[in-house]
């Protein structure tokens, strides 16, 4: 038996990367009738068929974890990928996501592209997000900066990339491997938004690591189960949770809250706070 990674899944043919290379395989039987299905990012084993071209996935092995928007599994952490400018960043969908990959437990690394079109805007957002404690990354694939730093951060790991059409993501895969040779699409002048050139989900192989740039991640929604858990999913909120005045505060209405406290004081970005307030409203019960 060979062990491998799905990555890339198509009409029921799996590509599967073993040390000796990506061989299409299909199925055993009883794994066509499991309840849940195959995903790309499975570690898997497999046997060779006759002449050795093609295989036949044997067993799943056990994984770590699963996203089911998009349907990806034994992912290490979320590359949170947004343009300096064109289009500009949209906040709210930035934390949308880091919130979402801190709920799901995942590690995240913020990256700023087209770092090129506003030097010093760039250099601000970056700081903001490092001082949270997020690693980041200010990338720039007309004059090669960056690259080496996000390479790092990438490797040895399976990453999704997330983010906003327009925002470069395959720009970016194919400044770090130009033999991945991606479609790329430009952004629209009057939407200042781009087109989707993300298809399926499908892992590449950068370095020793993986990445996916997968389509979906961008369109999140809360669920109306994680009130309470919502506050803990912002990193800057956690040394002030524990001395509100009262057990179970939301830092919302509630006197006595250090999380409002840490806002005025400027250790929480009004911006970040606003944008919890939202995503607070979202993930409450509905009766």
């Known amino acids: 038996m060979e062990q491998g990674v799905i990555v890339k899944g198509i009409g029921g043919t799996y590509d599967v990367e073993t040390e000796s290379g990506v061989v299409p395989c299909i199925l055993r039987g009883r794994l066509r009738l499991r309840d849940d299905r195959v995903l790309v990012g499975d570690k898997v084993e497999i046997s060779r068929e006759p002449g050795g071209e093609a295989g036949v996935v044997e067993r799943i092995l056990p994984r770590i974890n699963e996203l089911t928007r998009p349907a990806i599994a034994n992912v290490n952490q979320v590359a949170v990928v947004f343009s300096v400018k064109n289009p500009p960043p949209n906040y709210l969908l930035l934390d949308r996501i880091l919130v979402q990959a801190e709920l799901l437990d995942l590690s995240c690394v913020v990256v700023f592209t087209k770092g090129d079109l506003d030097p010093a805007g760039a250099l601000d957002m970056a700081n903001k997000y490092a001082a949270i404690s997020y690693p980041t990354v200010i990338t ?62 499908e892992l590449l192989s950068l370095g020793d690591g993986y990445v996916a740039d997968t389509p979906g991640f961008s369109r999140l929604s809360m669920g109306t189960d994680q009130e309470r858990d919502l506050q803990f999913a912002f990193p800057e909120f956690r040394p002030h949770i524990d001395a509100c005045q009262f057990r179970g505060c939301l830092h919302r209405r509630e006197p006595g809250c250090q999380v409002k406290e840490a806002v005025k004081t400027g250790e929480i970005l009004p911006r970040r706070y606003e944008h919890y307030l939202i995503l607070l409203e979202e993930a409450a019960p509905r009766y």
């Open 140 to 201: 720039s694939v007309i004059k090669s900066e960056g690259l080496d730093e996000l390479r790092e951060l990438l490797k040895g790991k399976i990453s999704t990339l997330a983010g906003p059409s327009g925002a470069g993501k395959s720009s970016l895969l194919n400044a770090l491997d130009p033999a991945l040779n991606l479609e790329t699409g430009k952004v629209s002048a009057k939407a200042q938004r781009g087109r989707h050139t993300t298809r399926s989900v």
